[in-house]
């Protein structure tokens, strides 16, 4: 390190190797009353403050920023990789938040990967992280060597909430990589159910096809994604869409021989079209004396005589009758339940036949059915 009254080699190996262990008292008295310091760096490229950010060591952090040189909050090391670029890749949060204060770069990119830090927090999933750096105006849009986007990395890796960060801070969902893939691509082509609906929800366009013509259908199809496919189908996917290879989705399915992803995509009605079907037909169904209908195929089974194989529709049961509540409050173990005359009774833990739990209100008993209490 260097400054007014820098000490040699030997010091500044010191000064690192304390800051690296968090050694916050040694690195007091290493740097002692000196201001405006220049570290060293060890054969890596890398100064105290690298390795104290690296480690997340706010206390030591805060220590070298306050007699740090201005040039050396945002001086790289070997890879070219800033401090903050080396906190943010681990989590740090107290870290970050240090050195964004002292005025870091938040857009500085190494020399390798061409990552920002916000680049290195979303490939991780450390959302906190990627919301700080947002709140900080990271610029968003930026592509790392690859041409990826902060959010492509975070939608690789299924990073739900910091896809989430990321959008709430307005990322625009559709922006593209060298290949011309949105982040529903690559969340397609990495199978992860998470961040497509969150994607969707942030209406990304999801009928977007890349420099090949593929949409996240054709992807999420020709890798046998059975509930990608549907997910998409659901959201409005164009799957008359074809590629340069002039195939839709349907076409790379069959040609892999993926059978369920054929029945998938040859089912023209998404499950909510299947709801919406199911409901109108509930609706439009005559019934007659107030019975419920009868599912004919239904009655054809031969049903088990020891239990119900089907849920009976909540219409038929009986209207509870208020009148009949018992006026004491239920005792430890106790539970109300409806006879099928709509009486309210109680019953109890252990299974025993009775007939007096209705507690001098009408009995089951007139309704033709038995009453069960437990004690």
């Keep these: 390190m260097s400054g007014g009254g820098g000490d040699g080699g030997a010091g500044s190996a010191a000064l690192r190797a304390a800051a690296s262990v968090g050694n916050t008292a ?8 000196l ?42 090391d070997g890879a070219g990789c800033t401090a903050l670029q080396r906190a943010a890749s681990d989590g740090h949060e107290e870290v970050v938040k240090l050195l964004l204060a ?83 691509h690559t969340s397609a082509r990495y199978g992860h159910a998470g961040v497509t609906r969150i994607l969707i929800s942030a209406k990304c366009r999801v009928s977007e096809q890349n420099k090949n013509g593929d949409t996240a259908l054709h992807i999420a199809a020709a890798m046998g994604r059975r509930k990608l496919t549907r997910i998409l189908l659901e959201a409005s996917c164009d799957k008359t869409l074809r590629n340069k290879q002039n195939e839709t989705a349907r076409d790379i399915a069959l040609r892999k021989d993926l059978g369920e992803i054929i029945s998938i995509l040859d089912d023209g009605s998404s499950k909510k079209e299947k709801k919406q079907k199911a409901k109108k037909r509930s609706k439009s169904k005559v019934r007659f004396d107030g019975k419920p209908p009868v599912d004919e195929n239904a009655a054809k089974k031969h049903w088990s005589p020891y239990g119900c194989h089907y849920y009976p529709d909540p219409e038929a049961f009986p209207s509870p009758r208020l009148d009949t509540l018992p006026d004491e409050p239920l005792r430890k173990g106790e539970q109300y339940y409806l006879d099928l005359a709509g009486n309210i009774c109680t019953w109890r833990r252990a299974w025993r036949r009775t007939s007096a739990s209705c507690r001098g209100r009408k009995s089951v008993w007139d309704s033709g059915s038995p009453v069960w209490s437990r004690n």
């Design 102 to 184: 002292r005025g870091a770069d938040v857009d500085r990119q190494d020399n390798i990967h061409g990552n920002c830090a916000i680049h290195e927090a979303s490939w991780k999933g450390y959302s906190r992280t990627v919301a700080l750096l947002a709140s900080a105006g990271a610029n968003l849009t930026k592509t790392n060597a690859g041409g990826f986007t902060a959010l492509h990395l975070c939608c690789q890796n299924g990073h739900n909430q910091s896809c989430r960060e990321l959008l709430l801070a307005n990322c625009n969902p559709d922006l593209q990589n060298n290949y011309g893939d949105t982040s529903l």
């Design 26 to 33: 040694e690195c007091a008295r290493l740097l002692g009353s």
């Design 35 to 76: 201001k405006s310091v220049r570290f060293s760096r060890d054969e890596l490229g890398r100064s105290a403050l690298h390795l104290a950010a690296s480690a997340g060591h706010g206390s030591v952090v805060r220590l070298l920023l306050s007699v740090a040189a201005p040039r050396e909050v945002d001086s790289p």
